[in-house]
């Protein structure tokens, strides 16, 4: 079973630099699984930020930014903001039309 | 503009059935690939399945914690999608969601706002 790997939670401060990664349980991701990254607030259905490892979905602010680093998928915010706390999800495409999702990591920006 | 509205959720028995909607409007939805994934409370996201277009068969794939279980189908004359849930498990609660997947770009674009599914006795 294919398991998706998150930090479950991170803490940056104001105008701070924080990167979330994205891992497999077994093997590497790479650019072949497309990695995407998802914003959502409490009681918010999740809003797409990244797709396709690095490419920001319309009306995505610049200072969120999407990579591979070393053997994960991250999702870098350069001058993170009060209302970039959230939770951020990730998801990787498997192939045949199967997607896995990660835990998820609660962002706090204090 | 774009909507994704599910309905039909509600509180079920375990064992028992029910049956999501997904109405779509603001897009080509006999064109599209629709996705549903889950949310339990507290917890991260699950992918559960997904249809293609008639023109890609309305080929279907599933989870395994819900293959045999579950069901999507379609009715692009309606511009809808269902997700049929049978043999329901206290494990299948959770806020159900819709979500069109671009797949050119492998991209979910649009969701909806979820519809909740309650399994208890």
């Known amino acids: 079973q294919t398991v998706v790997t998150q930090e479950p939670s991170f803490s940056v401060s104001p105008g701070g630099t924080v990167t979330l990664t994205c891992g497999l349980s077994?093997?590497?991701?790479?650019?072949?699984?497309?990695a995407s990254w998802y914003q959502q607030t409490p009681g918010q259905a999740p809003r797409t930020l990244i797709y396709?490892?690095?490419t920001r979905s319309s009306g995505v602010p610049d200072r969120f930014s999407g990579s591979i680093l070393g053997n994960k998928a991250a999702l870098t915010i350069t001058g993170a903001q009060a209302d970039d706390e959230s939770d951020y999800y990730c998801?990787?495409?498997?192939?045949?039309?199967?997607?896995?999702f990660g835990g998820g990591t609660k962002l706090t920006v204090l | 503009e774009v909507q994704l509205v599910e309905s039909g959720g509600g509180l079920v028995q375990p064992g028992g059935s029910l049956k999501l909607s997904c109405a779509a409007s603001?897009?080509?939805?006999?064109?599209?690939?629709m996705h549903w994934l889950r949310q339990a409370s507290g917890k991260g996201l699950e992918w559960v399945g997904r249809?293609?277009?008639?023109?890609?068969?309305?080929?279907?794939v599933y989870a395994a914690s819900v293959k045999g279980r579950f069901t999507i189908s379609r009715d692009d004359s309606k511009n809808t999608a269902f997700l049929q849930m049978n043999s329901l498990k206290t494990e299948d609660t959770a806020m159900y969601y819709c979500?069109?997947?671009?797949?050119?770009?492998?991209?979910?674009?649009?969701w909806g706002q979820g519809s909740l599914v309650t399994v208890s006795s």
């Open positions: 077994s093997g590497s991701v790479s650019t072949s699984y497309y």
């Open positions: 998801g990787l495409y498997m192939g045949s039309g199967i997607w896995v």
């Open positions: 603001g897009f080509t939805f006999s064109g599209s690939a």
């Open positions: 979500t069109r997947l671009d797949e050119q770009l492998l991209m979910f674009d649009y």
């Open positions: 396709s490892t690095k």
């Open positions: 249809i293609r277009s008639k023109a890609n068969n309305y080929a279907t």
